[in-house]
Nanobody, 126 residues
Framework: QVQLVESGGGLVQAGGSLRLSCAAS????????MGWFRQAPGKEREFVAA????????YYPDSVKGRFTISRDNAKNTVYLQMNSLKPEDTAVYYC???????????????????WGQGTQVTVSS
């Protein structure tokens, strides 16, 4: 049974940092793309970052480029999202996802992912 479990969310002041973790289990993810999405109340789920589990290119939208970094630790089977220079508009529930996605651009599309975590709340105060 595949499980993605996010952790690391919380309350932080604007300009601060948080690191989210996504512990993956239940299968080998070497052929998968791993993504982070977020969803604020009343808004659609928004793409935040993606990478291939095997390494290589990463992909970010302009809204977080230069502030957020996705990475993974193979030994721990964990994907991370380092978030720096946080802004109040970054407030949302953050989700980790995994899917067999060949195109890096396609990793921006939620419906391409097969597995999702339960989400972790990030709140940035002004």
């Amino acid at each position: 049974q595949v499980q993605l479990v996010e952790s690391g969310g919380g309350l932080v002041q604007a300009g601060g940092s948080l690191r989210l973790s996504c512990a993956a289990s239940g299968r080998t993810f070497s052929g998968y793309a791993m993504g982070w999405f977020r969803q604020a109340p009343g808004k659609e789920r928004e793409f935040v970052a993606a990478m291939r589990w095997s390494g290589g290119s990463t992909y970010y939208p302009d809204s977080v480029k230069g502030r957020f970094t996705i990475s993974r630790d193979n030994a721990k089977n964990t994907v991370y999202l380092q978030m720096n220079s946080l802004k109040p508009e970054d407030t949302a529930v953050y989700y980790c996802a995994a899917g067999i996605i060949t195109s890096l651009i396609a990793t921006t599309l939620p419906y391409k992912y097969n597995y999702w975590g339960q989400g972790t709340q990030v709140t940035v105060s002004s």
